[in-house]
């Protein structure tokens, strides 16, 4: 016999999933790009299922394990992008379901809560800064944890209304640790249980639950899948420098989620080795979300909800890990869904049914064109470089990276002149130095 009542099961939303396909149909026939090839296309690891095998014992190997899938279907890129496309529609119908259970107004009506629920999903579908996951193939990373994950939040959440819980909470461990193996960041994933409405019901037992789990994933990849060589190595930036500056690239990227018309794969964000008017008006911000999250707790736990979601998610890569870029698009990916959140909640108290149907086709409508715009930057790798020194038109990497798309496809005059716009924001950048002096020895002795 159930032990506890589901929320209400509502006709899922068919629309939005063609929508979405409709506005990632153009991804498919895109090329592989940049990191693409160091993990995938230049990787015998993941082209067999024995390569894969005998390279079993490192980082991501769940992973691993889908690329290897991909490459040994033979269906290239394309398959690839397909498989990318399946994840981000999965992605879509799970949180349909899982979004019962955010915290929301006990005052609402059924009218305001499919409606949130809908704003919520066309955000997380349709909003183009998630192409860096689904069109981008090294994106995989974060849609197939999310898959796991959001998989994992809704079997815990439901085990209780069915007659052998211990299933369903045995299926959400098995989810947890595949979202591991995908991604790291998902040991911080079962602790948005605590603050959702069906994870308040067993807190002992969730957080005897999640102890559990977290001692398992820290034996399973420091011990089994060597991430203890990540603790040894040197901090490339100091702590605080580290610090100020993930702060800045946080800001950055709540800054992208308002222009979906300026993404960008490769931004150009500073290291900060000062304290600054901005950083100071950071911190102030940060922490006055944070100081009315805790007061407001009870009459908002909407509000409290949405940014443990966003801050939990992202505090793996933003805070202590001295990472190469400050900030990545794709991180958005799961974490953005805390942000929307307390936007549609907001929204949809503050407008009409009329007003919020409204919403609802102008969002739609507004997420096809901007993504499947941004899906043509992705169509081959001039096309991505060319609108990434658009938007950092300072930024030596990308001009490098421009210039050596150029020179692949055999037009040297377009790739010289990028790197020489490289060397001019950066004249010690000795990939760039290289990458003229093979393209002048190839121009001389073709």
Same mark, same amino acid.
């Given at each position: 016999?159930?032990?506890?009542?589901?929320?209400?099961?509502?006709?899922?939303?068919?629309?939005?999933?063609?929508?979405?396909?409709?506005?990632?149909?153009?991804?498919?026939?895109?090329?592989?790009?940049?990191?693409?090839?160091?993990?995938?296309?230049?990787?015998?690891?993941?082209?067999?299922?024995?390569?894969?095998?005998?390279?079993?014992?490192?980082?991501?190997?769940?992973?691993?394990?889908?690329?290897?899938?991909?490459?040994?279907?033979?269906?290239?890129?394309?398959?690839?992008?397909?498989?990318?496309?399946?994840?981000?529609?999965?992605?879509?119908?799970?949180?349909?379901?899982?979004?019962?259970?955010?915290?929301?107004?006990?005052?609402?009506?059924?009218?305001?809560?499919?409606? =949130?629920? /809908? *704003? &919520?999903? @066309?955000? %997380?579908?349709?909003?183009?800064?998630? $192409? +860096?996951?689904?069109?981008?193939?090294? !994106?995989?990373?974060?849609?197939?944890?999310?898959?796991?994950?959001?998989?994992?939040?809704?079997?815990?959440?439901?085990?209780?209304?069915?007659?052998?819980?211990?299933?369903?909470?045995?299926?959400?461990?098995?989810?947890?640790?595949?979202?591991?193996?995908?991604?790291?960041?998902?040991?911080?994933?079962?602790?948005?249980?605590?603050?959702?409405?069906?994870?308040?019901?067993?807190?002992?037992?969730?957080?005897?639950?999640?102890?559990?789990?977290?001692?398992? =994933?820290? /034996? *399973? &990849?420091? @011990?089994? %899948?060597?991430?203890?060589?990540?603790? $040894? +190595?040197?901090?490339?930036?100091?702590? !605080?420098?580290?610090?100020?500056?993930?702060?800045?690239?946080?800001?950055?990227?709540?800054?992208?989620?308002?222009?979906?018309?300026?993404?960008?794969?490769?931004?150009?964000?500073?290291?900060?080795?000062?304290?600054?008017?901005?950083?100071?008006?950071?911190?102030?911000?940060l922490a006055s979300a944070l100081v009315l999250a805790w007061r407001q707790?009870?009459?908002?736990?909407?509000?409290?909800?949405?940014?443990?979601?966003?801050?939990?998610?992202?505090?793996?890569?933003?805070? /202590?890990?001295?990472? @190469?870029?400050?900030?990545?698009?794709?991180?958005?990916?799961?974490?953005?869904?805390?942000?929307?959140?307390?936007?549609?909640?907001?929204?949809?108290?503050?407008?009409?049914?009329?007003?919020?149907?409204?919403?609802?086709?102008?969002?739609?409508?507004?997420?096809?064109?901007?993504?499947?715009?941004?899906?043509?930057?992705?169509?081959?790798?001039?096309?991505?470089?060319?609108?990434?020194?658009?938007?950092?038109?300072?930024?030596?990497?990308?001009?490098?990276?421009?210039?050596?798309?150029?020179?692949?496809?055999?037009?040297?005059?377009?790739?010289?002149?990028?790197?020489?716009?490289?060397?001019?924001?950066?004249?010690?950048?000795?990939?760039?130095?290289?990458?003229?002096?093979?393209?002048?020895?190839?121009?001389?002795?073709?």
């Amino acid at each position: 016999m159930a032990t506890a009542s589901l929320p209400a099961r509502e006709a899922w939303p068919v629309w939005l999933l063609a929508a979405t396909a409709l506005a990632y149909l153009n991804a498919l026939p895109a090329a592989f790009q940049f990191d693409d090839y160091n993990i995938i296309v230049d990787n015998p690891s993941v082209h067999s299922l024995a390569g894969w095998w005998q390279q079993v014992f490192t980082l991501r190997p769940l992973l691993k394990l889908g690329y290897a899938l991909n490459w040994s279907s033979g269906f290239g890129a394309f398959g690839f992008h397909a498989v990318n496309l399946l994840l981000h529609l999965a992605n879509v119908a799970l949180l349909w379901r899982l979004s019962a259970h955010f915290p929301r107004p006990d005052n609402w009506n059924q009218e305001q809560n499919r409606h =949130a629920r /809908l *704003l &919520l999903l @066309l955000l %997380f579908a349709l909003h183009p800064i998630q $192409s +860096e996951s689904v069109t981008y193939v090294s !994106g995989r990373s974060m849609s197939q944890m999310a898959l796991f994950s959001l998989a994992g939040l809704l079997c815990w959440l439901e085990a209780a209304a069915h007659s052998r819980p211990w299933r369903w909470r045995g299926a959400a461990l098995l989810c947890f640790t595949a979202a591991v193996l995908s991604k790291e960041v998902a040991l911080a994933i079962p602790l948005l249980l605590f603050p959702m409405r069906g994870g308040r019901r067993d807190t002992f037992l969730l957080a005897s639950f999640l102890a559990g789990f977290l001692v398992m =994933a820290a /034996l *399973l &990849l420091f @011990l089994a %899948f060597g991430y203890q060589r990540l603790l $040894s +190595e040197p901090l490339a930036r100091g702590l !605080g420098v580290n610090l100020a500056s993930e702060l800045n690239a946080v800001f950055y990227l709540l800054g992208q989620l308002l222009h979906p018309h300026a993404l960008n794969i490769d931004p150009d964000l500073p290291e900060l080795h000062g304290f600054s008017p901005l950083l100071g008006l950071q911190l102030t911000l940060l922490a006055s979300a944070l100081v009315l999250a805790w007061r407001q707790r009870r009459q908002w736990p909407w509000f409290a909800f949405g940014l443990a979601w966003f801050l939990l998610l992202l505090l793996p890569t933003h805070s /202590l890990i001295p990472r @190469l870029d400050l900030a990545s698009e794709r991180h958005l990916y799961l974490a953005g869904i805390g942000v929307y959140w307390i936007a549609v909640v907001t929204l949809t108290g503050l407008l009409s049914a009329r007003f919020r149907a409204g919403l609802l086709l102008l969002l739609a409508l507004a997420g096809i064109g901007f993504t499947a715009a941004r899906n043509v930057d992705y169509q081959n790798e001039i096309s991505l470089w060319q609108a990434t020194v658009m938007q950092s038109p300072g930024k030596a990497r990308a001009w490098n990276n421009l210039g050596y798309a150029y020179r692949l496809a055999g037009q040297f005059p377009e790739a010289r002149a990028a790197y020489r716009e490289a060397l001019r924001h950066d004249s010690g950048y000795r990939r760039a130095q290289a990458n003229l002096r093979e393209l002048n020895t190839l121009a001389t002795h073709p």
